[in-house]
């Protein structure tokens, strides 16, 4: 009977773990959309008028990235917990770091799209991450692989803006 009680717990135990590092991988993977919303709210802001053509792009990914953080968050409150409402501390930092840039070298087409591309591979880098992560169940695992497929389009449509603005 002893030995029962300890598998009942030890069998509890791991699901409680694995349960804490899902909710840390979604919220996490929340904050980096979070992040990537700030972001392209400030490339639309920084702007220039010539470069209009860029609005609606940005615009699409913020959607995109609100989508995205409310299937994630969706998740969450199934598994009992409130999602993640903040950014995270790189971002935080990288977009003050965006600020000092942006008084030195402007706001040219180039330099948004250069720090928009930042901001694109720091998501790739999460989901990337999340996807290693073997605690992840299945069903988790599809939409994260999904999500981080679109985040690649969206990616490489970035980085081809930018290198047609560095020709």
Known sequence: MFFYWLYLYNKLKTTMETKEVTLDILNDLIQINNDRIEGYQRALKETAPED???KPLF????????MFKM??????????????????????IYRAWMD??????GHDRKAVL???ERGEDAAKAAYKEALE???LPSFLREIVSRQQQILLTA???IKALRDLAHA
């Open 100 to 105: 000092v840039k942006a008084v030195f070298t």
């Open 114 to 116: 250069s720090n928009c």
């Open 52 to 54: 209009a053509d860029l």
């Open 133 to 135: 992560d073997e605690e």
């Open 155 to 157: 990616h490489n449509e």
């Open 59 to 66: 615009t699409r990914l913020i959607g995109e990235s609100h």
């Open 71 to 92: 299937e994630l968050g969706t998740e969450v409150q199934a598994l009992g917990e409130d999602m993640a409402t903040g950014t995270t501390n790189s971002g935080k």
